[in-house]
């Protein structure tokens, strides 16, 4: 009887230590450390999945996973959130190759040695150099990026305010980026501002978005009608189309009137 009452002791203080193990803050970060590398190694094995169906069923898998995470609550809907995690893997969606290409295509357009600024650049802008702003609301996406490579990298929501003074950039660039835009109208004004006397826009566009990126689309254009919205925020505008390897993008050139 005396042992078995020690037994039951040590189990009850052992059984005690657990619980405050559990409880104790650093545990629990360790918990949701584990919990998120989990989480990353699945949303990077979804560029792995062809299957539509197996894909949605491991989103949903995701969502669930992001709930037992504080620091993703929100996720995949907030927008910060979800561009945050994609920093990871953001290199794997464009190949360097069309990178390159759209780069030469936009340098054609833009002033040399002007200074342009990146909207929505990613972990990845696309233009580079002393003159070049990337500027983009996610940062852990600027965390990839190279800074030494740039005049000024910004973490930074357009469609609040664009924060630079009046007459600052020869161009503004947004590369797959206006679908993602809620107040376009908005973001346009600010560009307007801070675009120097016949400093341009250039907007590329692709017809197709990944399903999965549709979690963040705000809406799909046509070029037309992106053309008679930037026309109706005061800028003379393009429509041109470019094949890059087997993909064909829209190219947008806009000059305030």
Known sequence: ???????????????????????NSEVQKLKSL???????????????????????????????????????????????????????????????????????????????????????????PVIDGSGATAMDVSEEMLSYIDKEKYGFVICADAENKIPFGNKSFDSVLMVFVVNYLKNLENVLSEIKRVLKKDGKIIIIQSDFIDRWYEIQEAKSYLANELKKIISKAGFAVKIGRISIGKKELVVLEAKAK
Not at 84 to 100: F, K
């Open 1 to 23: 009887m005396f042992f078995k009452r020690n037994i039951d002791e040590v189990k009850r203080k052992l059984h005690s230590n657990i619980r405050r193990l559990e409880n």
């Open 34 to 124: 584990d919990l998120k590398e989990e989480f990353m190694d699945r949303l990077i094995a979804l560029n792995m999945i062809k299957n539509e169906d197996e894909k949605q069923r491991a989103i949903e898998s995701l969502k669930f996973l992001a709930l037992k995470i504080p620091e993703l609550k929100g996720w995949p809907e907030d927008k910060v959130k979800f561009w945050d995690m994609e920093a990871t893997r953001w290199g794997l969606q464009i190949s360097s190759d069309v990178r390159e290409a759209i780069k030469q295509e936009i340098l054609k357009r833009i002033a040399k040695n002007g200074y342009s600024l990146e909207i929505g650049c990613g972990a990845c």
